[in-house]
């Protein structure tokens, strides 16, 4: 089974905090997505990676920023955090778009910043 | 970019009954997805169906791509069926960054 690993399932953050969420897929797989997740709007895409140190702007890239240095990593950075950024952030892994190209998701990163 | 719109928003059950669930897109995909949310918030891919019927034991899901809609059939619903049913589609580029609709909230009644 696929398994994508969020390092954490809550977090308390202060207003102007660096903020680091990170993602783990153990599947070999060269797509990687950051989504966030907020009440009545869906699972919005901030960015996504189909290989190692290639990075895309999804729908709401604004105030984040990612990095993925190796194939199975793929973090999200928020330089200064706000209260805007409480959400639900969600990570996904899968192969290449084509045949049958699930995505799996991790469990979910619950952000709360005060 | 491509809509993506999910009916009904919510919809409640008595346990064993039948519902289908409709998702409409704006324009031509060649992927879409069905996604189900348990209440503890985790997502689970179901379906993997661009175009044509696919069943997967009380669930199954049929894509009319040339009509820009897809649906989503549950039957003899489950109380473990509750939660919340995405559907998504390809966004503009071709590596399968995904645009979600909004959902649709079930819940089944014992």
């Known amino acids: 089974d696929v398994k994508v690993t969020q390092s954490s399932r809550y977090l308390v953050k202060r207003t102007g905090e660096k903020v680091f969420l990170e993602c783990v897929q153990d599947m070999d797989h060269e797509n990687m997505f950051w989504y966030r997740q907020d009440p009545g709007l869906g699972l919005r895409l901030i960015y996504f990676?189909?290989?190692?140190?290639?990075?895309e702007k999804g729908d709401i890239p604004e105030g984040y920023s990612v990095s993925r240095e190796k194939k199975e990593r793929f973090s999200l950075i928020l330089e200064s955090a706000s209260t805007n950024q409480t959400s639900m952030y969600l990570c996904?892994?899968?192969?290449?778009?084509?045949?049958?190209?699930?995505?799996?998701f991790g469990n979910g990163t619950r952000l709360t910043v005060t | 970019g491509i809509q993506v719109e999910q009916s009904p928003p919510d919809l409640i059950l008595q346990e064993g009954a039948n519902s289908t669930l409709r998702c409409n897109f704006s324009?031509?995909?060649?992927?879409l997805q069905w996604f189900h949310q348990n209440p503890w918030g985790q997502l689970i891919n179901l379906f993997y169906i661009p175009s044509g019927t696919k069943q997967n034991g009380r669930l199954s899901a049929t894509t009319v791509a040339t009509e820009r809609y897809s649906l989503l059939y549950i039957s003899s619903s489950q109380t473990t069926d509750s939660g919340v049913y995405f559907c998504a589609v390809e966004r503009d580029y071709n590596n399968n960054d995904m645009r979600f609709g909004a959902g649709t909230r079930l819940t089944v009644k014992p």
């Open positions: 324009d031509s995909v060649n992927n």
């Open positions: 996904a892994s899968s192969p290449p778009s084509g045949n049958n190209s699930p995505l799996h």
């Open positions: 990676s189909y290989d190692v140190k290639m990075k």
